[in-house]
């Protein structure tokens, strides 16, 4: 049972350069999240989707653009990626509506923007 | 902005040791979790206690939460080299249908 797996684990882009973070999760849970970890800040929310077709804005959206393809699948798209996006990014899934249970985290990418 | 804050920031003991982690929190909250991340790894739950409860316990870890106060604070008994990792509290305030975690505290278990 893998979880909730993330694609790619390390990536280095240039300023201005566009990719996509992918995640999948085999649980069959309904939601969805994308967080970003940043040192001394715990993580922030970017978008979640609490189920299959809808999406909403986190904390700190701006820059991100999001798509929940299928139940089992949510990417979080950079179109033009700045040095602030440095980050590492956590997907997570959770079975309850979003905000009140337990959430199943991968293993994180981690992105460095030069 | 961050819901909860943890305290102390870094913590280390001795094998054996208890350690002891707080959370502070601003607003009312539906329920309060705690994770664990190891290094270079994704986050862990571990324990969540609804608003309703004032103390929980799963294996070596005893969670308390006093509303009034708003905090809670994470147990771990007998505290292990494999115990040392990042501890996380994260609330749950209903209405803005999202988790926000604090910043850690980073748990140290010498040998």
């Known amino acids: 049972n893998a979880g909730v797996t993330q694609t790619p684990k390390f990536q280095v882009l240039k300023t201005g350069q566009s990719m996509t973070l992918q995640c999948a999760q085999d649980m069959n849970h309904n939601s969805m999240y994308w967080y970003r970890q940043d040192p001394g800040m715990g993580l922030r929310l970017i978008y979640y989707s609490a189920s299959e077709g809808t999406t909403d804005k986190g904390e700190v959206p701006n820059g991100y653009n999001v798509s929940r393809l299928n139940k089992r699948e949510f990417s979080l798209r950079l179109e033009s990626a700045a040095p602030s996006q440095t980050s590492v990014y956590f997907c997570?899934?959770?079975?309850?509506?979003?905000?009140?249970?337990?959430?199943?985290f991968g293993e994180g990418s981690r992105l460095t923007v030069l | 902005s961050q819901q909860g804050e943890e305290d102390p920031q870094a913590l280390s003991i001795q094998e054996g040791e208890n350690a002891t982690m707080n959370c502070s929190y601003k607003?009312?909250?539906?329920?309060l979790q705690w994770y664990r991340q190891n290094s270079g790894r994704g986050l862990v739950h571990l324990i969540l206690i609804r608003s309703n409860e004032r103390e929980k316990h799963s294996g070596r870890l005893r969670v308390t939460l006093d509303t009034s106060k708003k905090s809670s604070s994470l147990l771990i008994t007998a505290s292990r080299a494999a115990d040392t990792a990042s501890y996380f509290c994260a609330t749950d305030a209903g209405s803005a249908r999202q988790l926000t975690f604090g910043s850690g505290t980073q748990l140290t278990v010498l040998p």
């Open positions: 607003t009312s909250i539906n329920n």
């Open positions: 997570a899934s959770s079975t309850q509506v979003p905000g009140t249970g337990e959430l199943f």
